[in-house]
Structure formats: structure tokens, C-alpha cells
């Protein structure tokens, strides 16, 4: 670590770095002490959800979700909250496809126009 040579003019600026870092750190240790619901029945909010998520996406990014229906969702009055069971069957179902799998489906979509023709 270089060394740095701390005036007395430089102290007030050296303070507000140290104060951003630990405004930092303090909330890093707060995202690592947010529990994962174990009732695979509990109801998510959104910030509870975000948390949950393996990304621990923005809350804008799942509102967008919500309202183009790609992740699961229900409605109480104006707030939006999520099934953990629901939010668990989601992430499993969103596995990505291989090429093969385009391939294949992509044959199948051949084949089956080509019977329509005939």
C-alpha cells in the first residue's frame, strides 16, 4: 500500500473517504445478514425478493418483470408480493437451452410444417 502524507488541510477530505467506506461496508454486512425465507410457502415482498434472487436484481428490473409477466406474482391492494414456492419453481424452469435444443426444436418446427404441405 503506497504510503500517503497527511497534512493538516488534507484531514477533512481523508475523514469523508473513510466515512464513504464504511457507509459502505455497513451495508454491505447488511445484505450478507438478510435470511432466505425457509417456509417454502412465505409470502416476498419485493425488497425480500431481490434479496432471495441469486442476482439480487433492482427492484425496477422485477417491476419490469412483473409487467411483462415473466416472473410469478401476486397482487395485494397496490403492493406486488411473490410466492417463495412460486419464485422456486421460476428459477428452476429458467435454465437456458443449449444449441442442440434450438436445433432440434427448430427440425421439429420443419417437420411439422412440411406434413401441413403435403
Known amino acids: 500500500m503506497a504510503e500517503n502524507h497527511l497534512s493538516f488541510d488534507s484531514i477533512p477530505q481523508v475523514l ?5 467506506k464504511l457507509e459502505a461496508l455497513d451495508r ?11 417456509d417454502p410457502d412465505a409470502w416476498l415482498s419485493l425488497k425480500d425478493l431481490c434479496a432471495y ?3 439480487h436484481p433492482a427492484e425496477q428490473t422485477v417491476y419490469g418483470w412483473t409487467s411483462t409477466r ?25 435454465k437456458k437451452r443449449s444449441i442442440k435444443d434450438f ?6 418446427y420443419v417437420n411439422s410444417k412440411k406434413k401441413k404441405m403435403l
Open 103 to 108: 436445433e432440434r426444436e427448430a427440425q421439429e
Open 70 to 94: 415473466f416472473i410469478p406474482f401476486h397482487k395485494k391492494g397496490k403492493n406486488i408480493v411473490f410466492r417463495k414456492s412460486e419464485i422456486d419453481e421460476w428459477l428452476v424452469g429458467c
Open 28 to 38: 454491505k454486512v447488511d445484505n450478507l445478514h438478510i435470511s432466505k425465507p425457509d
Open 53 to 55: 434472487l441469486p442476482n
Open 16 to 20: 469523508s473517504n473513510i466515512v464513504e
